[in-house]
């Protein structure tokens, strides 16, 4: 599934280059809203490892000020939280390191599809050309692009 997010002054227009991107990749454009349910609305802050110096501090502070979840993820540290409490969980955060390499709220897959590589190119592709369009704003998806 593919989320794409736009901010048109031109409705048709942007319709018909989302839809030709789609198509000109062998997918197809649905509905507004036809997979918006697959992927949950969520806070995001990232840090490089390098910028906690102490990984328990932060992981106490972010699930003091509502974070869902904390990961290690190799060389970064990933905290997620309900878009209500982002900035209440990005404030307190800064206390310990006011320089995120990620601070946004952003759409999370609910479930991820492993793809094949060649499927991967292609699905990258259509990122590549949505995110070209003046008008789209954000692309999510819900791919295990595989390397």
Known sequence: AVLVECLTDNINRTVGEVRHAFTRSGGNLGTEGSVSYMFAKKGLIIYEKSKIADYDQLFELALENGADDVKDEGDIYEVLCETADFGK????????????????????????????????????????????????????????IAD
Do not use: F, R
């Open 89 to 144: 969980l990005k404030e307190a955060l800064d206390t310990i390191c006011d320089d995120p390499d990620v601070a946004e709220l952003t759409q999370i897959p609910d479930n991820t599809t492993s793809l094949e590589p060649e499927k991967s190119e292609k699905l990258q592709k259509l990122i590549d050309t949505l995110e070209d369009s003046d008008d789209v704003q954000n692309v999510y998806h819900n791919a295990d």
